[in-house]
């Protein structure tokens, strides 16, 4: 299956231990987003607070 590319997008590996994937992984559930997109939206909300 092909993966789309996205001109304003990167994809990249990142690790992180299991502790934090588990409590992204509810966090996701709860806000009914997929784990990369509750990811996405964990470090836009910290970066939107340091600006």
Do not use: C, H
């Amino acid at each position: 299956m092909a993966q789309k590319q996205y001109d304003n997008e990167k994809v990249f590996t990142l690790r992180i231990s299991n502790k934090v994937f588990e409590l992204v992984k509810e966090a996701a559930q709860k806000d009914k987003r997929s784990i990369s997109k509750e990811i996405e939206f964990i470090l836009n909300s910290v970066l939107d607070k340091r600006v």
